[in-house]
């Protein structure tokens, strides 16, 4: 390939690398906990932990639990390494809510990444924040996940592109 095909190829990489980068500001945190805040009294420890047992998992502690953008959430999930936030995860029921919330997220943030049937991800140009969402057919739920790359326990690892 010639040096100038080389470049035009390059340059369409990254025009199409650019075009599925999220717009709009970054979620700047979970159900109201800042990125790096620590554990509030709305919230219980869970039975459970992640990443080696790095991650500490938290529950809300209402029965009751907000709607995220108009959608019924089931459950949610909290996680925290060293004591602070570093993501979370909604559950919602049905099909028509993956739906619902694709659109929504969509609406807010842009065309995702590299998008699948059942798997939709946004990820911010200066790795900021991860958002996505999967429809899990089998069991007719919806998970919604949020990481904040900057205070991941993961570290850098953790910027990975999604989705690819």
Do not use: H
């Amino acid at each position: 390939m010639r040096r100038c095909d080389c470049l035009v190829v390059g340059f369409v990489m990254l025009g199409c690398s650019l075009a599925w980068a999220a717009t709009g500001a970054p979620p700047g945190n979970f159900r109201g906990i800042p990125w790096g805040g620590p554990v509030t009294e709305a919230i219980m420890k869970a039975d459970a932990t992640g990443s080696g047992g790095t991650v500490e998992v938290y529950r809300n502690r209402s029965k009751e639990l907000k709607p995220f953008l108009g959608v019924p959430v089931a459950d949610e999930a909290y996680y925290f390494a060293r004591g602070k936030l570093t993501g979370g995860q909604l559950f919602c029921q049905g099909e028509g809510n993956f739906t619902r919330l694709k659109d929504s997220l969509t609406k807010l943030y842009g065309p995702p990444e590299n998008p699948k049937p059942e798997f939709y991800a946004w990820q911010w140009p200066d790795n900021q924040a991860i958002l996505t969402i999967a429809f899990n057919k089998k069991f007719q739920y919806t998970t919604v996940s949020m990481t904040s790359v900057t205070v991941s326990p993961a570290g850098t690892a953790a910027k990975k592109k999604v989705g690819r």
